[in-house]
C-alpha cells in the first residue's frame, strides 16, 4: 500500500523522504502545479509508528481542497477513528516539473504548513510534537506543533452540547491488515451488505455533532476507498468525500469515480430516526463532481436500518440538507418530499 506503512521502529529522516518523493505525481493540482506531500507518524493509545501519507487535491472551490496535511489525516481519522493521534509529521512541497536534484532555487524550499492545516493537525497532535519540513533537495528545518499554532483552540477548550475531547478509554490499535481493509479494497465486486458493514465499521472525528458521515467510493479501476468526515473546532472541516477522494488520489493517483454509497448515523440513538436517508452536503457533491465518471453516477444512500435510497449526481444538489432537515425530529419522507420528490 502506498499510503500506509506500519513498523516495529521509528523511520529514519531518509526513509521518509524518499516516501515523499515518491509520492510526487500523485496529487490532483491541474491548477498550481504544485504537488504537496506528508507523511505522518501516528497511534492509538500506547501503539505508534503507524505511518499515514498524503498528497494536496484541489478543486476548483478552493474551500474544498484538500491539502497533504489533511489528506493524512484522512487516512488516519477513517482507519483508526477520532482517538488517533498525530506524533510526528513531515511535509516536502516543489512544483511537479522539477526533481531531487534540481538548481532550481524551487528545490531548497522547506515548506512551511499553512494556517488552515495547523489548526487541522492542533485536532490530533499536542503542542510537543515535531514537524520537519524537508525540501525537494533534502534540506530539514524541525518545528512543533505549539510554536506552529501557540494558544491552540482545539476542542478541549470548544465544549459544545455534544461536544467533548471523545472517548476517555484508549481502545486498542487495529491490525495493519485491518488498517488497510479500512482505506481500500480490491479485487473483486462487493456486494451492498460488505458495503454496508465497512460503513458502519468507520468512526468520524464528530465531536461537534456526535453524527458520523462516511462514504464508500468505487473507482474506475475497480477498488473502493472509504472516507470520514472529520470536525474541527474552528469549523474548518474536512467532509467525508474530501476524505475518501484524497485517500483515492493517494494511493492511485487521479481516478474517476463510478459509484458511491453514502451513511449518516448519531451516537445519540435518539438523534435520527433508523429509517432516515441523508443526503450528502454541496461540499460533498463539489468535491464528487471533480472525480466523478458522468454526471449520472448513482450515490446510494443507506440509513441506519441498512435500507437503500438512490439519487443521481446530477440531481444530489436539490437534496442538499439544511439544519432544518436535520433537525431531530426530521422524517426521511419529509426530507426527500420538500426536496420536491
Known amino acids: 500500500m502506498k499510503i500506509f506503512r506500519a513498523t516495529d521502529t521509528p523511520l529514519d529522516d531518509q526513509t521518509i523522504a524518499d516516501w515523499l518523493r515518491a509520492m510526487r505525481g500523485h496529487p490532483f493540482v491541474p491548477e498550481s502545479g504544485f504537488d504537496v506531500t506528508s507523511v505522518f507518524r501516528t497511534g492509538v493509545g500506547e501503539t505508534e509508528n503507524l505511518y499515514f501519507a498524503g498528497v494536496n487535491v484541489e478543486n476548483p472551490d478552493h474551500r474544498v481542497s484538500t491539502h497533504g496535511e489533511e489528506a493524512c489525516i484522512a487516512a488516519m481519522v477513517t482507519s483508526l477513528g477520532n482517538q488517533a493521534e498525530i506524533r510526528e509529521g513531515w511535509i516536502m512541497g516543489a512544483p511537479r516539473s522539477l526533481s531531487e536534484g534540481t538548481e532550481n532555487e524551487m528545490g531548497d524550499v522547506q515548506l512551511t504548513c499553512c494556517g488552515?492545516?495547523?489548526q487541522q493537525l492542533a485536532n490530533f497532535a499536542n503542542e510537543s510534537v515535531p514537524i520537519h519540513s524537508i525540501s525537494l533537495n533534502g534540506a530539514k528545518t524541525t518545528t512543533t506543533m505549539g510554536a506552529f499554532?501557540?494558544?491552540?483552540f482545539t476542542f478541549q477548550q470548544f465544549n459544545m452540547k455534544l461536544g467533548g475531547a471523545g472517548p476517555a478509554t484508549p481502545r486498542k490499535a487495529?491490525?495493519?491488515?485491518?488498517?488497510?481493509e479500512k482505506l481500500v479494497r480490491s479485487g473483486r465486486t462487493l456486494s451492498q451488505d460488505e458495503v454496508f458493514d465497512w460503513l458502519r465499521s468507520l468512526e468520524s472525528a464528530d465531536f461537534a455533532t456526535w453524527t458520523s458521515d462516511a462514504v464508500v467510493i468505487r473507482l474506475g479501476n475497480g477498488a473502493y476507498v472509504a472516507g470520514v468526515k472529520i470536525e474541527e473546532a474552528a469549523f474548518v472541516d474536512i467532509n467525508a468525500m474530501q476524505s475518501a477522494t484524497a485517500i483515492a488520489t493517494g494511493e492511485f493517483g487521479k481516478q474517476e469515480i463510478s459509484e458511491v454509497w453514502s451513511f449518516t448515523t448519531g451516537r445519540d440513538k435518539q438523534q435520527f430516526d433508523g429509517d432516515a436517508f441523508h443526503p450528502p452536503s454541496l461540499s460533498s457533491v463539489q468535491t464528487l463532481l471533480q472525480f466523478a465518471a458522468h454526471r449520472e453516477i448513482p450515490i446510494?444512500?443507506?440509513?441506519a436500518e441498512?435500507?437503500?435510497r438512490d439519487i443521481k449526481l446530477a440531481d444530489a444538489a436539490t437534496y442538499a440538507p439544511t439544519f432544518a432537515q436535520l433537525n431531530a425530529t426530521a422524517r426521511s419522507q419529509e426530507?426527500?418530499?420538500a426536496a420536491g420528490e
Not at 499554532?149 to 491552540?152: A, F, T, V
Open 335 to 337: 426530507l426527500f418530499t
Open 149 to 152: 499554532l501557540p494558544d491552540q
Open 116 to 118: 488552515k492545516c495547523r
Open 300 to 303: 446510494h444512500l443507506l440509513n
Open 174 to 180: 487495529p491490525t495493519a491488515r485491518q488498517i488497510e
Open 306 to 308: 441498512g435500507k437503500r
